[in-house]
């Protein structure tokens, strides 16, 4: 077990680490556009997002992009998101905000809104992104620069992510790992791979790619709409990349431990298809890959002390070179086998409480597990 344990963490972290080394930085791209630059309708929705919201939106409405359309559709929101956005729409003409007061069935509410907007969209792309985005001014430009130049359909950009407890910043040092390693999201971009990718931070795609892979209708129940959006996009056979926007692209992910492990518990049960036997194995795995390797070199001897003690050596080398790619500390990965209990503690939570209640609750709508699970993609 310990030999096997060794393997598999070589194996899969200098994986990452090559995926890492071949993934672009958005800020590296050159701003240049061509004479008639495509029309871009950015499409954002947002339901109780009164705290984030108007930084966010006036960092988009920035952009030195010079063809662009904001729609921005107010989900069902109770908080002050209303009032703020009435008043963004005031100050700047090309603001046009929708608010949305009922849900049809077989709808999530985020989904809906994504979908609302593009159907009202002009553009010739569409980028969804969230309501609460930071982006340097020249984010759009870079990204359609690039997307035009790679001849792509589809360009994902990972932000850079930014919490405001050192908890939660341990946290995104293990995400990133197990993110990379289930995702591999560097092979997207490879026509001949079945990988796929999408970040709900800033998808940029074009209209005819998204209409021609189903749009939003046929992902309208699924928590993980980004990702499978991708998914949908490279099984019609669209191009697509993801490039990272550290130094452009900014997200404060969660504001709370609690926030945090609520949020996930919406998407872990659904990325592995509601799944108990996977999601009962994956946690297990986790466990033994990544935490009992720590406990195994104070109760072994010998030989598999040698094994355990290598991996966890080539792990915490690994992780911290990851980090640096991730906009991190390498420090954080000291931290790791930690953040890993706390990341199969969330996902065995998400399954038992889906399971439990039969479906699942997010911003204050419950979805049944039924429609949940019918909705694969």
Not at 32 to 57: F, M, T, Y
Not at 230 to 257: C, D, P
Request: aromatic content about 10%; overall charge positive; some cysteine.
């Amino acid at each position: 077990m310990a030999a096997v344990t060794l393997g598999v963490v070589v194996v899969c972290g200098l994986d990452i680490a090559r995926g890492n080394r071949s993934t672009t930085y958005l800020k590296d791209v050159p701003c240049h556009l061509g004479v008639h630059p495509p029309r871009v309708s950015v499409i954002i929705p947002a339901r109780n997002e009164a705290k984030k919201i108007r930084g966010a939106l006036q960092s988009v409405l920035k952009q030195n992009y010079p063809n662009l359309e904001f729609i921005v559709l107010n989900d069902r929101s109770t908080d002050e998101t209303g009032v703020i956005l009435a008043e963004l729409a005031a100050e700047d003409a090309r603001l046009c905000v929708e608010n949305i007061t009922e849900l049809p069935s077989g709808w999530l509410g985020k989904t809906y809104a994504l979908y609302r907007g593009a159907e009202r969209a002009a553009g010739q792309l569409l980028l969804f992104t969230d309501a609460d985005i930071v982006m340097d001014p020249s984010t759009l430009a870079r990204a359609v620069n690039y997307l035009q130049a790679s001849h792509l359909d589809h360009l994902a950009v990972m932000p850079a992510v930014r919490m405001p407890s050192l908890v939660l910043r341990l946290f995104c040092s293990a995400f990133g790992i197990f993110f990379s390693a289930y995702i591999r999201q560097w092979k997207a971009k490879d026509p001949r791979s079945s990988s796929f990718v999408g970040v709900g931070a800033f998808n940029l795609v074009t209209t005819k790619a998204y209409g021609a892979s189903g749009t939003h209708r046929a992902i309208a129940m699924r928590p993980d709409d980004d990702i499978k959006l991708g998914k949908l996009l490279k099984k019609a056979g669209y191009r697509q990349e993801l490039v990272f926007g550290m130094g452009l692209l900014t997200v404060e992910w969660y504001s709370s431990l609690r926030e945090l492990i609520d949020g996930l518990m919406k998407n872990t049960f659904a990325g592995l298809e509601y799944s108990v036997l996977l999601s009962v194995g994956g946690g297990v795995s986790v466990l033994l890959l990544n935490v009992w390797p720590f406990m195994a070199i104070f109760v072994t001897t010998g030989l598999t002390w040698i094994l355990y003690f290598l991996a966890v050596v080539v792990m915490l080398l690994l992780i911290s070179d990851a980090n640096r790619f991730y906009d991190l500390p390498r420090s954080y990965a000291l931290a790791h086998p930690l953040s890993a209990v706390l990341f199969v503690y969330i996902l065995w939570k998400s399954m038992l409480l889906t399971l439990w209640t039969g479906g699942i609750s997010w911003r204050g709508t419950h979805y049944p597990l039924a429609m949940l699970k019918a909705n694969r993609v």
